[in-house]
T-cell receptor
Framework: AQSVAQPEDQVNVAEGNPLTVKCTYSVSGNPYLFWYVQYPNRGLQFLLKYITGDNLVKGSYGFEAEFNKSQTSFHLKKPSALVSDSALYFCAVRDPYGNKLVFGAGTILRVKS | DTGVSQDPRHKITKRGQNVTFRCDPISEHNRLYWYRQTLGQGPEFLTYFQNEAQLEKSRLLSDRFSAERPKGSFSTLEIQRTEQGDSAMYLC????????????FGSGTQLSVL
């Protein structure tokens, strides 16, 4: 069965510093991978996705993610963190036999000024 | 595009009661999903519809749960004989066919079963 793991419950970073939120995946076949963000009292919002092609995917709000097939990873990155990036981030993989997404447990990102 | 709306935002009920939640998707979206999220966990898939047809249902979903999407527009999720373990945030999402990966989520309905 397909799954994703987010090994860090929380990531703390200073404003202006680069940030990385980690995700590893386990899928049969080609992986379709996603990142979503959840702000307090708001619904999840799509950030970016990897289907095929370039290993570096660019998304919303300056975020990007690097797909690494040999390490089965799909880490979320941003060159310079903002306090407003503080939120809960979810990695997800699409079920290749259907249309549902399987989400990781989430990582809390805290950016301090 | 007014977004996905869910009603109510919060529901408190006593164990054994029935509850029903409503989701109004983005108007041109033909796919609608229900997920459940508990504290410290990611959203867990429950079921999804394409238009009015329920195409997939999680094996984890007990028969106390039922969902409908009459006329392929809004959807309802009903939980019968609620249990304390049903306490969670229930999320609705919608998407267009062809862009099914990009889900638009509502803010959810927080259910507390006492």
């Amino acid at each position: 069965a397909q799954s994703v793991a987010q090994p860090e419950d929380q990531v703390n970073v200073a404003e202006g510093n680069p940030l990385t939120v980690k995700c590893t995946y386990s899928v049969s076949g080609n992986p379709y991978l996603f990142w979503y963000v959840q702000y307090p009292n708001r619904g999840l919002q799509f950030l970016l996705k990897y289907i095929t092609g370039d290993n570096l995917v660019k998304g919303s709000y300056g975020f990007e993610a690097e797909f690494n097939k040999s390490q089965t990873s799909f880490h979320l990155k941003k060159p310079s963190a903002l306090v407003s990036d503080s939120a809960l981030y979810f990695c997800a993989v699409r079920d290749p036999y259907g249309n549902k997404l399987v989400f990781g447990a989430g990582t809390i990102l805290r950016v301090k000024s | 595009d007014t977004g996905v709306s869910q009603d109510p935002r919060h529901k408190i009920t006593k164990r054994g009661q029935n509850v029903t939640f409503r989701c109004d998707p983005i108007s041109e979206h033909n796919r609608l999903y229900w997920y459940r999220q508990t504290l410290g966990q990611g959203p867990e898939f429950l079921t999804y519809f394409q238009n009015e047809a329920q195409l997939e249902k999680s094996r984890l979903l007990s028969d106390r749960f039922s969902a409908e999407r009459p006329k392929g527009s809004f959807s309802t999720l009903e939980i019968q004989r609620t249990e304390q373990g049903d306490s969670a945030m229930y999320l609705c999402a919608s998407s267009k066919t062809g862009l099914v990966e990009k889900l638009f989520f509502g803010s959810g309905t927080q259910l507390s079963v006492l």
